[in-house]
């Protein structure tokens, strides 16, 4: 799980400071991997290999999207649903994470390496990394 926690101004003008969640499950990201023919990594690392930023910026959304959630307060559900993602993209906070991400590959980066459950980075960081998406090149 990937909380970041995003500083803001809301729509009334009120400063306002909030923590935001992102997580993949297993089995979220092998359905996600298996949806596409060659796999979501491959069509990732074609887009990279290719520039095509169009690409990456709707790759990069759809992460963003389908990992965005809320805790439960006893911590034993991360609550995903079109409302609770509705109502955080109508926030400035959504606003900003995303433009972060969009224009610095080193923030891309890190959520992406932060989202993937534990279980499954480490078995990527046997062979390495999720690369940095050059997303503003």
């Known amino acids: 799980m990937y909380k970041i926690t995003e500083s803001y101004v809301d729509y009334d003008g009120n400063e306002r400071k909030e923590d935001f969640y992102f997580n993949f499950t297993e089995a979220e990201l092998a359905k996600m ?14 887009a990279i290999d290719a520039k095509d930023v169009p690409s990456l ?33 109508q926030t400035e906070a959504y606003s900003q994470i995303y433009m972060r991400m969009a224009t610095d590959e080193k923030a891309a980066a890190e959520f992406v390496n932060n989202v993937m459950p534990k279980k499954t980075l480490n078995a990527a960081t046997s062979h390495e990394k999720a690369k940095v998406l050059p997303m503003n090149n």
Do not use: A
Request: glycine share 8%; no cysteine; hydrophobic share 35%.
């Open 33 to 46: 991997e298996l949806s596409v023919t060659g796999g979501l990594t491959t069509i990732i690392q074609r």
């Open 57 to 89: 910026i709707k790759i990069f959304e759809d992460l963003i999207s389908k990992s965005y959630g809320q805790k439960s307060l006893d911590g034993r559900r991360f609550v995903k649903s079109p409302e609770i993602l509705e109502e955080f993209k």
